[in-house]
């Protein structure tokens, strides 16, 4: 968990052999997260259920089920959950960026979203910043 957001690891670095990593992304509707960017690796973003209002560069895409976006590398990029019970999967190729969801993430052994949910945990990815393949833009 981190925050209202539940990310569950679809297949990680080890068992892609790095190639890439594929999380599934669950919660309400929510405030966007930070601009960003990537430099190293792509992301794809599939949606199941719900809704995402994704940036990425200059454009504003809306995703509903079956919807996907993908963002190349140096894109800059942000999302928002804007449909309740919202879940869509991210693909990251290389797999380079599970540190980031290792560092920001408290485990969860159950699948109910915690109310009021705490807080996301920057604070440790910020300490791991210069190994992360990620730039906060705002």
Known sequence: MAGDRLFTFLTDR???GGKFLALMTEGPKGHRIPNHVHFKHT???????G?????AGEELVSLHPGDFLHVPAGTPHTFQLTGNNTR???FHAPGLNEPFFRYMCDPCGDHTFLQPPPPFRFDRVL?????????FLD
Request: charged fraction near 20%.
């Open 14 to 16: 080890r068992q892609s």
């Open 43 to 49: 992301e794809t973003f599939f949606c199941l259920n």
């Open 51 to 55: 809704s995402v209002s994704m940036t």
């Open 88 to 90: 869509f999967i991210q």
């Open 127 to 135: 300490q791991h910043l210069a190994e992360l393949d990620v730039k």
